[in-house]
Nanobody, 125 residues
Framework: QVQLVESGGGLVQPGGSLRLSCAAS????????IAWFRQAPGKEREGVSC????????YYVDSVKGRFTISRDNAKNTVYLQMNSLKPEDTAVYYC??????????????????WGQGTQVTVSS
């Protein structure tokens, strides 16, 4: 059974940092893609970043390039999203998702069949 569990959200001041974790079970990260999405109130779900194991590539939406970093720990079957220089506009519920058993990344949330429960990130002074 495929499961994704996020953690690490919280309240942080502008300019601060947070690290989100996505623990996966039921499949291995060695071969499949994991993406991070976010959804702010009244807005559509937005793709933030993706790691494609099959391509060995990472992707970021323009608004987070240079500030966010996606990484993985295969031994823990966990993906991380390190978020630095946070801005109020980064406030959202953050979700991780996988397209397992399909490979590769997409910015379309409909590409992904499995989702975590989400973790709230609030950037405010």
């Amino acid at each position: 059974q495929v499961q994704l569990v996020e953690s690490g959200g919280g309240l942080v001041q502008p300019g601060g940092s947070l690290r989100l974790s996505c623990a996966a079970s039921g499949f291995t990260l060695d071969y499949f893609a994991i993406a991070w999405f976010r959804q702010a109130p009244g807005k559509e779900r937005e793709g933030v970043s993706c790691f494609s194991a099959s391509e060995g590539s990472t992707y970021y939406v323009d608004s987070v390039k240079g500030r966010f970093t996606i990484s993985r720990d295969n031994a823990k079957n966990t993906v991380y999203l390190q978020m630095n220089s946070l801005k109020p506009e980064d406030t959202a519920v953050y979700y991780c998702a996988t397209s397992y058993p399909a490979m590769g990344c997409s910015s379309m949330y409909t590409w992904y069949d499995y989702w975590g429960q989400g973790t709230q990130v609030t950037v405010s002074s």
